[in-house]
């Protein structure tokens, strides 16, 4: 929310929503606008157990991939959004058995080192596995029942997907065409017999398993791998009847087919001769939760490669196949991929429901969210200086109601500059074709010292991160490829210029990734400043990256793993120490996760203090809240919502004397103890109003998409306390100002 130059509004204006008004009445203390409720723990364990006061990590991410899956079953949104949310949903079960089941599943075999022992919440690996178990069957089941019914609405609105058997004849012989002159040439059959041993199956790959009558040989079995580089939904020309109507609001009917689909229907092709008695589909996924192993002997770089190729074998923890696989085959499956051990899942096709995505592209606005421009301060247009513009005071931007435009913008302008004699950054998600990596390239051949870390150790983008750094250093640039034995998370730019009166560091600070693409779907906050303090830590901090610096103490920013973790305990600390003075103590911390035990138990002695606390977790939360006796002073809320809730922000009310920090560090052991994380401080007392009266206040006064996580571990959603009250949409709100210019 900024005024005409890019500062916050006063504290005082309104936050409209689309679902309502916020009122704005300024509190130091952002009290609460609901009563905590508070249970009793005589129904829970003797206090002081584990399982009293922490709750499975991987369970709690289930509640939150449950959250994820009611968004698509909310007819708030529209019917194209639901489909992409169900998506998510599938895509995020995929990580969750590649990451965390394999995860359990290697402390159980011990082979995680560290690991032995009982989780945080006292039970053994086997133990949450069983449970994952049970709780992860009405999940997918859910999925099943949600895509029937998202299916027969997209029917109901003329977006068909379907199966070969309704295709009309016209719609048959355009799929039999298509097959021949782009499937067929793609497919390799693999025959499973004596002297063609069975094949390696990619993780997450869709296979079919064709079952043969062969003439001489009898029964026989093959496997046919559905090519990842075609359309997974292919979409069909128009049948010849459907004349275009004059209507403009009239949107022609649009029908895709499914490959694997079109694929057996056409096995003919690719056994003639031998008569094809069925095909099923399957999917595997695989442990993906390997450690990169990281070798002094070799750089980091071979060390990454060398992980990644013995991921691609890595154990077989589910196997995904059609419910009508007779026993046998699938009983020959398991055994053949040596995953007796591995979830086995029976599902409704179709299997890897991720790649309804691609409907997203479907040309039907009525059925998506309206589109909206995310705003842009007038200080940092186009056209206008930047580095003015940030010498002046500094500059809060929060994604995606405000525009990432001015990010890249400031890395082009440093490029670009004459006076600007370095730029050093780091990189941990960039995505494709990244105007961030363009910049740095072009700043290079401009003869600007150009430093850049690139975390080749991010999960999913590992890959990805290897061609960015490999282009990069082919350009002069000085790649470093990340800490041994840790990761390197934190979102910063560090910009030195040559002016008038000396050298000025110019610094961006963010909560999110360098992704020009996901700064339009998440949540994040990114931060400019000249403050000579923070600037002069960023240049300790990048020699820390990329020499052999081991500075421990910062002016300014706060480190994981080595000055975060205390701080926060002091901040903790203080508000007790506000309380017992007869100050009102207070916190508010959103983050994405909450799962370390030293920070849980120090939270629930700061509400055992009296301490009123307010935790907004988007997914992961090992805390009981509302426990009498433990917890009964703290709350914990979930958005989801139409926006990946991924910003962190850390109040702290210190006896009025406020203040707010932010940064890339989730409260969870990895970002603690094991990567390089920075949070920093919000030293602009406007931005430090903003950031509270407009953002933790209003996502505090949430009713439409906020859950409250009781102390069982389960989620409930909150409603308006008054009847006739309109709901509070934190993020429609925050969208409306930003529609407004406000």
């Not at 782009?182 to 041993?197: C, K, Q, R, S, Y």
């Not at 983008?461 to 990340?482: F, K, M, P, R």
């Not at 830590?537 to 002016?555: E, V």
Request: hydrophobic share 40%; proline share 6%.
């Amino acid at each position: 929310m900024t005024s005409s130059d890019g500062a916050p509004k006063s504290v005082g204006q309104e936050v409209h929503g689309v679902t309502g008004a916020v009122p704005s009445t300024p509190t130091l203390t952002m009290a609460r606008t609901t009563q905590v409720e508070t249970h009793d723990t005589s129904r829970l364990e003797a206090p002081g157990r584990r399982a009293d006061r922490f709750l499975n990590a991987q369970v709690s991410v289930l509640h939150f991939h449950e959250r994820v899956l009611e968004e698509a079953r909310d007819v708030s949104h529209p019917l194209l959004e639901r489909v992409k949310f169900l998506a998510i949903s599938h895509a995020n079960l995929d990580e969750f058995f590649e990451v965390h089941v394999s995860g359990l599943r290697n402390q159980r075999e011990g082979t995680l080192i560290g690991t032995a022992g009982l989780l945080p919440d006292g039970r053994t690996p086997s133990e949450a596995l069983t449970m994952v178990e049970r709780v992860v069957r009405p999940i997918l089941e859910a999925q099943d029942e949600c895509w029937v019914h998202l299916r027969k609405l997209l029917n109901d609105n003329g977006i068909h997907v379907l199966e070969t058997r309704g295709l009309s004849p016209e719609q048959r012989a355009y799929t039999r065409e298509y097959f021949e002159r782009e499937v067929f040439p793609v497919l390799t059959p693999l025959a499973v017999d004596p002297g063609h041993p069975f094949p390696h199956i990619s993780h997450l790959s869709l296979n079919l398993a064709v079952v043969l009558d062969h003439p001489e040989a009898g029964e026989r079995f093959a496997r046919l791998k559905i090519p990842q580089n075609l359309p997974r939904l292919v979409q069909l020309p128009p049948v010849s009847q459907e004349a275009e109507s004059p209507d403009p609001t009239v949107h022609p009917p649009v029908s895709f087919v499914w490959l694997e689909s079109l694929i057996a229907e056409h096995l003919d092709l690719l056994f003639p001769g031998v008569p094809v008695r069925a095909s099923y589909a399957f999917r595997v996924t695989r442990d993906a939760d390997q450690a990169i192993q990281e070798h002094d002997s070799i750089d980091l770089l071979a060390s990454v490669q060398e992980s990644l190729r013995e991921r691609a074998w890595g154990v077989v923890v589910r196997v995904e196949t059609e419910h009508d696989l007779p026993h046998s085959l699938r009983t020959r499956l398991l055994e053949e991929l040596e995953a007796s051990d591995a979830i086995a899942d029976a599902r409704s096709a179709p299997l890897g429901r991720g790649d309804l995505m691609a409907l997203a592209s479907v040309d039907r606005p009525d059925l998506k969210y309206p589109p909206f421009v995310p705003r842009i301060p007038p200080s940092l247009a186009p056209g206008e200086d930047i580095f003015a513009a940030i010498k002046r005071r500094d500059i809060l931007l929060h994604h995606p109601f405000d525009s990432f435009a001015p990010v890249v913008q400031f890395i082009e302008a440093a490029a670009a500059d004459p006076d600007v004699l370095a730029i050093k950054q780091t990189l941990y998600r960039v995505g494709k074709n990244s105007p961030i990596v363009q910049a740095l390239v072009r700043a290079r051949q401009n003869d600007k010292q150009v430093a850049v870390l690139v975390e080749l150790k991010a999960r999913g983008d590992e890959e990805n991160n290897i061609e960015w750094a490999q282009t990069l250093e082919s350009e002069g640039v000085h790649v470093a490829y990340g800490l041994m034995g840790l990761k390197t998370h934190c979102k910063t730019t560090l910009v030195v210029r040559r002016e008038p009166d000396g050298l000025r560091r110019y610094v961006h600070l963010a909560t999110g990734n360098y992704n020009a693409t996901t700064a339009r779907m998440y949540t994040d906050i990114g931060y400019f400043t000249c403050r000579p303090e923070i600037g002069a830590d960023m240049t300790d901090l990048f020699n820390t990256l990329t020499g052999y610096s081991r500075k421990d103490q910062y002016r300014a920013l706060l480190l994981s793993p080595r000055s975060w973790r205390r701080r926060l305990v002091e901040l903790i600390d203080r508000e007790m120490s506000w309380q017992a003075r007869g100050e009102a103590g207070r916190i508010v911390i959103k983050v994405n996760g909450l799962t370390d035990p030293r920070i849980i138990d120090l939270l629930y002695r700061a509400s055992n203090a009296g301490v009123s606390i307010d935790l907004l977790v988007r997914g992961m939360c090992c805390l009981r809240p509302g426990v009498k006796g433990l917890s009964e002073n703290i709350r914990v809320t979930s958005v989801v919502g139409r926006f990946l809730e991924h910003s962190r922000i850390f109040y702290f009310r210190n006896g009025g004397n406020e203040e707010t920090f932010l940064g890339s560090a989730d409260l969870m052991p990895r970002n603690l103890d094991r990567r390089i994380e920075v949070v920093f401080p919000v030293l602009d007392e406007g931005w430090r109003s903003y950031l509270r009266d407009h953002v933790l206040r209003l996502y505090l006064r949430d009713t439409a998409r906020a859950r409250a996580l009781k102390p069982d571990g389960t989620y409930v959603r909150l409603s308006p306390k008054r009847k006739g009250e309109l709901s509070v949409d934190a993020q429609q709100a925050l969208l409306a100002a930003a529609r407004s210019g406000a």
